[in-house]
């Protein structure tokens, strides 16, 4: 204990004598809902403190959903968030660029394999991709969602088609949601969803021929307990020997990670993604953080597989770690748990499983289902509003808060606004949900008075965001502890 402690004292001395003296370099290796998560933490926090700089890189200047890919795929226009855009008022660089090599012991990036970029701390967030190479042909005559290139390449072919069969191989949860929504946008064609197990074998029996149901009514044919082993063009073979004929092959059978890592000699699973401590430090190279579909975390229920639902807690757990760590903290073991499977089954229709059934009454997780069931029927609209326009709104919102100015703030909520906040100072949990205009507005106009009294508007960070799948602003005041 005693030597614990005098280590921790050591590091603490250590860490505090960098801070004073270097400027500290974080490199966040991509822009995907891990990495951005990790990057946006750090730059709001890079403002603050003068001895951190951060460089965000990525492949692309645009932020890939990538879990709304199989909605490019069937031609529907998403929002274009711009990665620039959205570091913008921060301290943070962004910087385009293919990442060919970690040296994990110079401490460097190779970027598009001429230029080198230097960290003291990197972020490794690569994401995953379909695993093309899991059976032959697939490379060659398979479609993937990999991207926004791979997506539209596939819904341009969908479009051409007119009939004829499209074969989604694999049935995981992203073959499940493809085949979903190409049979409920393309009704002319035969969706056939092939794949070892069961659609939604993981989840409950109820949640299970619930999904089923939904992949009938929209025509997909399930043909489960079948395993592809080769693509070719015009058909997919079946182990055994029995084929289906398909126009259109769309690959979903698992995913990969970048060979990158394996490559630095970072200590990685059998899949290749980076083991972790329990603070998402790679074990071999603490200096390194790897998060998202990259690393392999380990938590109590097994090592977590790759979702965005578990992948930005891990990009934010990331940044608040780094910086506890460079003022002289240990950073806090990362702890999370599922609390839903949500499955889209086409525009209007969903499953969601809560995970978490047990610990909350039946009443709670019906009503919660049943929320989450009126909000996909209820079509909402995505944000319309550009840049500018986001910005009058919160102008507007922040000036009406701190003037306790209901009618204002009335005219600026929707009626059926709910507000989560957290205590803010020393007390970080949320607290209970504030629901309607009125209230809210209420809420604001007692407690924006006095908690925003002597901040500028500029202090004050705000984002039009989703929130538990709706429209939503994060609202942030300045840290005050
Ligand atoms: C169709 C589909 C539906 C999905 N639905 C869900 C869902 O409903 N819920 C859920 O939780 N998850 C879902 N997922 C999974 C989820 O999208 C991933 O788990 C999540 O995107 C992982 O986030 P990430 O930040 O780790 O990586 P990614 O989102 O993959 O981002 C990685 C980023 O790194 C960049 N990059 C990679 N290599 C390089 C390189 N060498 N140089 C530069 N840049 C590079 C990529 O371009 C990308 O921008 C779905 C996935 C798909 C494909």
């Not at 007119?162 to 002319?188: C, D, K, M, Q, Y």
């Not at 392999?296 to 090592?303: D, K």
């Not at 709910?418 to 604001?444: C, N």
């Amino acid at each position: 204990m005693g030597v614990i402690k005098k280590r921790e004292k050591a590091e603490a001395m250590s860490a505090r004598k960098t801070e004073a003296t270097a400027d500290h370099h974080v490199v966040v290796l991509g822009a995907g809902y891990a990495g951005m998560a990790a990057a946006v933490q750090l730059a709001a926090r890079a403002g603050r403190r003068k001895n951190l700089t951060v460089t965000l890189v990525n492949a692309q200047d645009r932020f890939t959903e990538r879990l709304r890919l199989h909605m490019t795929a069937t031609d529907q226009e998403l929002a274009e968030l711009s990665i620039p855009e959205m570091l913008e008022g921060t301290d943070a660089r962004f910087v385009r660029g293919w990442v060919t090599a970690v040296d994990a012991g110079a401490k460097t990036v190779r970027i598009d394999d001429d230029r080198v970029l230097n960290y003291d701390t990197l972020v490794y967030g690569l994401g995953s991709v379909a695993d093309t190479a899991a059976v032959p042909g697939v490379e060659d005559y398979a479609y993937t969602v990999n991207g926004p290139e791979e997506a539209e390449a596939l819904a341009g072919r969908l479009a051409q088609l007119g009939s004829g069969t499209v074969v989604v191989a694999g049935s995981g949860l992203t073959g499940v949601e493809s085949a979903a929504e190409i049979a409920e946008r393309h009704p002319e064609l035969d969706v056939v969803l092939v794949g070892r197990q069961e659609p939604g074998a993981s989840m409950n029996p109820k949640a299970r021929a619930y999904l089923r149901s939904a992949l009938d009514r929209l025509g997909v044919r399930v043909l489960s307990g079948a395993e592809v082993v080769k693509v070719l063009p015009g058909s997919v073979e079946l182990a055994g020997g029995d084929g289906v004929t398909a126009e259109v092959v769309l690959w979903t059978g698992g995913t990969r990670v970048s060979p990158l890592a394996t490559a630095a000699g970072l200590a990685v699973d059998e899949r290749g993604r980076i083991v972790t401590d329990t603070a998402l430090r790679s074990e071999s190279h603490p200096d390194v953080y790897a998060v998202g579909d990259a690393a392999a975390v380990r938590q109590g229920y097994g090592v977590m597989h790759g979702t965005c639902q578990g992948g930005m807690p891990t990009g934010v757990h990331a940044a608040v770690s780094i910086v506890r760590a460079l003022e002289g903290k240990r950073p806090k073991p990362f702890r999370f748990g599922y609390y839903h499977t949500p499955v889209s089954l086409g525009r209007n229709d969903a499953v969601v499983q809560f995970t978490h059934a047990v610990e909350r009454s039946e009443a709670a997780v019906r009503q919660a289902a049943h929320r989450a069931r009126e909000h996909v029927r209820s079509r909402r609209p995505r944000f319309a509003a550009d840049r500018t326009q986001q910005r009058d709104a919160t102008e507007r919102f922040f000036t009406a808060a701190t003037g306790g100015d209901m009618n204002s703030l009335m005219e600026l909520l929707s009626p059926d606004v709910t507000l989560w906040t957290d205590g803010g100072g020393k007390v970080r949990q949320a607290l209970r949900p504030v629901v309607g205009a009125s209230t809210v507005a209420a809420w604001f106009a007692a407690i924006g008075t006095v908690s925003y009294q002597g901040v500028e508007p500029a202090d004050m960070r705000a984002e039009l965001t989703e929130i538990n799948g709706g429209p939503g602003m994060v609202f942030s005041g300045p840290d005050r502890r």
